[in-house]
């Protein structure tokens, strides 16, 4: 009887269960977003940017469908993503944004689709989707922009989990699926892709990249008893990642898959964000892949062109390069704790104004964001802390981003969405499901300062935030830009920042190069300093921002620019005025909005 | 009980009786207020009368038995008559405060049954230990980590004695909670010899090893910790011990100016505490201020093997800053040593050797630190239902050199089979 005593004592008296020791967790107790009326921080001196939501009647009137009912699969976690381009030429930039679908495909593929917004000017929008006869329906994430048969007419790639497709721009407001004739469908579950001319034909290239592979019709849910639903959402590493598609073109329109030539089977990676740059200044574009999970992938180009092995006749042989994945002694593969973070969306800048692309990715709750400064000779450093982009990142989960000039100083100033993959707000310890986005200004010392609250009531208030592009939607001389969210109205957000400095948008238009200047490099020769800019392929999450260069001009009243394009040719343009414009390869210029 | 009460009674009777018959004792009032045989009859009568309720009073009071202040009379006569249902006997007063402790927590009156079980001595031959277990448990729902850690502490300590009775699950239990609050309190060196000494005795399960084996890559700033420590706090707020660990919550968690105003006046107050200091760099290095962290690394005292592993690593990452190379190798080179899995470590030492000149030797440091990569993302994965996620652990392991960690990983691999075979276990 005594043993029974003793037996109870050991049981620990009252039945608990041990708490989860802290390693056990990986989350963090939410912030709350503060109202900007009850911060009492005095605002920072200098220019502060200011952005407003535009409502309905604007026009934009978007929101995403998920399927989010209870299950918390992990296909709903990416959200979609926004593609921003002039479709029609009017030189108003136009917005396409992705939707989701009732799952599993087969019962639900045309329950939603897409959404093609003309824009008309002064903030006003148009849903064109209809008479564009671009009905992308199926459960699609992310798109690319190029004109990837140099018509003049930028086309649209969209990827999906299920078939991806490539849309063909007629050249008279309509779109045509011609993912079969381009032979680009890839059946794998895709998250961004980015076109780029990478091995030099003056012909754009397209690089998929994907997530996990995940079945619609028998996924893997996890149970938990806690959560309401009785589910959460499985971790990605769980699932097994698939490999990425290069897509090299045959310069006739059509596509031959360079994956495996290219050195590039086998990987696994968990591809979510992409961007392709001449990141060490040799003339040849890089491929950064922001894996989720995993460390990235940074492939290099190794040799000289060579023939691709293809099926059937080709008119011309496509030459392609091989790569290295070199992101690991580039010390872009993990951060600098030595993890493999949750890589998610990618900026592409120069961001210190060393005169070489950098790269931030967008991380998990309870982690940073990362900034890796380019030092060059393709060794990248982790400056996450020197950045202070780290701390106010560590409470957010960040997924679309970009480097743009929010202030036209000439600096690129950080702008990032956030929201949770999953709700999770049941937690004991608390997360927050929907997060507030955030701006940093660039300090111009090599740091960055969160403005958030400083910055217009869209940063107040939380969201889903995915997909992120950035354009000059209202040709009013400052940046604008789009987020895709889920489970609420995506957003067109009109910058509004009391500046006087002006900025300069160059639209490329290539000859020798592919027709939208993709991989030139432009540079604005300032009396003290030299802003660089490249036109990169691919970036943020999931979205495409507008193809064109945008240079703030500072103190500047006009600018002097020299364009590099990839051909190898170097234009110089002097004087050019604040405003719009269409730079020729070549050294003619024009007005970008003359077809209005 | 019951027979040392009456056994006292009578030796009280025993004594009335002495005192009366021994005439050296008698007085001279008492002989003059004793004057007739009657009288003194009846005086008789009443005295016995007396010395019997007396003794009565005493086999059956109840209160001789002092218990916590807390335990209601009701508490005590359930616990008596639960005792006296179980063992057929009255119950001692630690049979007592066991039982009322027991009952007290079933009723959440934690503070009760953390007194009673603090009443019972740790060398009772039949409560002590367990009674150690108890106490910390309460003292841990009580937020008390102090008390909590000396009493799990005591009661591993009184387990390794040969004569001490305790059980595998107890045993665990200690441990576990153990391993919690030095987790909560991010003193993971501490928590390491305790893991040293369950991994010695094979009493540990695949989180120990995991907590054991890799106390960097788990994520450690997780929010339950932190609202532990704040509970913690709440209750001690003025212990250095768990404020400095405020303050490195606080850090991680990105409020750098919160935890340097914490850390640096905890500095303020003993400028000899390495660990603190250590802290106050943490908060320093990722402010990237490093003006302020010159201010506090040059007056560090020079290196000990047993310093915080904290301290040594920002002792590495100064000498990365200051370009000396050699000196960061070979503190990254110790912070390795003492924690082999540590991602800092390696990446450190990848970029002392990258300036060393040293190549080779700096792929092998990303080569490992990406294998360390992939552990720490799969680690999640790794638990008691799933062997060959421990194999496959145990293989990456011995790939980049932790042969221990590969050792025991696989060990639980194999003890993990043979449990869902329905084999025993060796």
């Known amino acids: 009887m005594g043993c029974l005593v003793i037996a109870v004592v050991a049981c620990g008296c009252q039945g608990t269960a041990i708490p989860p020791a802290p390693g056990t967790v990986k989350s963090a107790t939410a912030t709350p977003t503060v109202p900007a009326a009850a911060v009492s921080t005095p605002p920072p001196q200098g220019t502060l940017p200011a952005f407003r939501m535009l ?12 399927d989010i009912r209870g299950l918390h699969r992990i296909l709903e976690a990416n959200g979609g993503g926004v593609g921003l381009f002039d479709f029609d030429r009017d030189g108003w930039v136009d ?11 087969k019962d639900g593929l045309d329950s939603t689709r897409g959404a093609l917004f003309r824009n008309r000017g002064r903030d006003r929008f ?7 006869g671009l009905i992308q329906s199926g459960y699609t994430h992310g798109c690319a922009v190029g004109d990837y048969d140099n018509d003049g007419f930028d086309d649209l790639y969209i990827t999906a989990y299920g078939r991806n497709a490539m849309w063909h721009n007629n050249g008279d407001g309509t779109f045509e699926d011609l993912t079969d004739s381009t032979a ?69 329109g059509r596509f031959v898959d360079a994956t495996e030539f290219s050195g590039l089977t086998n990987r696994r990676g968990k591809g979510l964000g992409v961007v392709v740059s001449d990141l060490d200044g040799d003339g040849r574009r890089e491929i950064f892949v922001a894996n989720d999970g995993q460390a990235n992938f940074l492939f290099v180009p190794s040799g000289e062109l060579s023939d691709v092995p293809t099926i059937g006749e080709l008119k011309a042989p496509v030459q392609g390069y091989k790569y290295d994945e070199r992101a690991l002694l580039s010390n872009c593969a993990l951060s600098e704790a030595g993890y493999a973070q949750a890589n998610m969306g990618i900026a592409a800048g120069d961001y210190d104004g060393n005169g070489t692309t950098d790269l931030l990715i967008t991380h998990f709750y309870a982690d940073t ?27 957010r989960l960040g997924w679309g981003t970009a480097f743009f000039d929010a202030d036209n100083d000439g600096w690129l100033d950080l702008i990032v969405a956030n929201g949770h993959i999953d709700d999770r707000t049941w937690l004991k310890q608390g997360e927050p499901y929907k997060m507030a986005p955030q701006i940093f200004r660039n300090e111009r010392d090599g740091s960055y300062k969160d403005v958030s609250k400083w910055s217009g009531e869209y940063f107040q208030k939380e969201w889903l935030g995915r997909g992120l592009a950035v354009a000059d939607l209202n040709r009013d001389g400052k940046l604008d830009f789009v987020v895709s969210h889920q489970r609420g109205p995506s957003a067109v957000l009109v910058n509004e920042t009391d500046t006087v400095n002006r900025l300069l948008t160059l639209k490329l238009i290539g000859t020798r190069s592919s027709r939208n200047g993709s991989g030139a490099i432009v540079e604005l020769m300032g009396e003290s300093r030299v802003a660089r800019r490249e036109l990169v392929g691919g970036g943020s999450f999931q979205s495409a921002s507008v193809h064109e260069i945008q240079l703030g001009l500072g103190s500047e009243t006009n600018g002097t620019v020299r364009v590099r394009w990839p051909s190898g040719v170097s234009d110089v343009f002097q004087n050019l005025a604040p405003g719009e414009w269409n730079l020729l390869e070549g050294g003619r210029f024009s007005d970008l909005r003359r077809c209005e | 009980m019951t027979s040392w009460h009456l056994g006292d009674s009578h030796r009280q009777l025993k004594s009335g009786q002495w005192w009366w018959h021994n005439p050296g004792m008698e007085s001279q009032s008492a002989a003059r207020l004793v004057k007739t045989p009657q009288i003194r009859r009846t005086v008789w009568v009443m005295m016995s009368v007396a010395l019997v309720g007396l003794g009565l009073v005493i086999v059956c009071w109840p209160r001789t038995i002092v218990l916590p202040a807390g335990v209601t009379l009701q508490d005590r006569q359930f616990a008596e008559r639960r005792f006296r249902d179980l063992n057929g006997i009255a119950p001692s007063r630690v049979d007592l405060l066991s039982l009322v402790g027991e009952l007290a927590v079933h009723d959440h009156r934690l503070q009760t049954a953390a007194d009673c079980f603090h009443e019972i001595p740790s060398d009772h031959p039949r409560y002590g230990s367990a009674a150690r277990l108890q106490e910390g448990q309460m003292w841990l729902r009580l937020n008390q980590a102090d008390g909590a850690e000396q009493n799990f502490r005591e009661f591993l300590s009184l387990a390794s004695h040969p004569n001490r009775s305790t059980t595998p699950d107890q045993l665990s239990a200690a441990r576990k909670w153990l391993n919690y609050i030095l987790s909560v309190e991010l003193r993971f060196e501490d928590r390491k010899q305790v893991l040293a000494e369950a991994h010695a005795q094979h009493a540990v399960d695949v989180f120990d090893s995991k907590q054991y084996f890799f106390p960097n890559l788990l994520i450690w700033n997780s929010s339950a910790g932190r609202r532990r420590l704040s509970e913690f706090l709440e209750r001690d707020p003025q212990n250095r011990r768990l404020r400095l660990a405020h303050g490195r919550y606080l850090t991680v968690g990105g409020d750098l100016p919160a935890a340097l ?41 020079e290196y000990s093997a047993g310093e915080s592993w904290l301290l040594t690593r920002m002792r590495a990452e100064w000498a990365l800053h200051e370009q000396r190379w050699d ?11 003492v924690d082999p899995a540590s991602p800092w470590a ?35 994965t790794v638990n008691e239902d799933a062997p060959e996620a421990s194999q496959k652990l145990s293989e990456e392991c011995r790939q980049i050199g932790l042969q221990d960690a590969a050792d025991a990983f696989q060990w639980h691999a194999e003890r993990i089979r043979q449990s869902h075979s329905g084999r025993p276990v060796d």
Not at chain 1, 55 to 66: L, N, T
Not at chain 1, 369 to 395: K, W
Not at chain 2, 266 to 285: G, K, N
């Open chain 1, 369 to 395: 964001t990362t900034l890796y400064a380019n030092r060059g000779g393709l060794m990248f450093e982790d400056v996450t802390r020197l950045s202070r982009v780290g701390p106010p990142s560590r409470n």
């Open chain 2, 261 to 301: 105003a914490v850390l640096r006046e905890l500095h303020q107050q003993d400028l000899q505490d390495s660990e603190c200091a250590a802290a106050v760099l943490e908060c320093l290095f990722e402010q990237a201020d490093w003006v302020s962290f010159a201010d506090v690394a040059n007056s560090l005292p």
């Open chain 1, 55 to 66: 409502d309905r009647a604007s026009g934009f009137d978007f929101e995403r469908q998920d």
């Open chain 2, 327 to 337: 000196d960061a190798r070979r503190d990254f080179e110790r912070l390795q040593s």
């Open chain 1, 126 to 132: 148009e849903n064109v989707t209809d008479p564009s």
């Open chain 2, 346 to 380: 390696l990446m450190g030492l990848a970029k002392a050797f990258g300036q060393l000149k040293l190549p080779e030797q700096r792929e092998q440091a990303l080569a490992r630190s990406l294998v360390l990569s992939r552990i720490r993302v799969s680690l999640s």
């Open chain 1, 95 to 105: 917005v396409f944004m992705t939707n989701g679908c009732h799952l599993p495909l």
């Open chain 1, 184 to 252: 680009t469908n890839v059946s794998r579950w895709s998250s961004s892709a980015a076109f780029a001319d990478l091995n030099g034909d003056g012909c754009l290239d397209l690089y998929v990249a994907n997530y996990l592979d995940e079945s619609d019709e028998s996924p893997r849910l996890c149970a938990n008893g806690a959560s309401p639903d009785g589910y959460e959402q499985c971790p990605p590493a769980m699932f097994e990642g698939v490999d990425d598609v290069l897509f090299l073109s045959d310069t006739t």
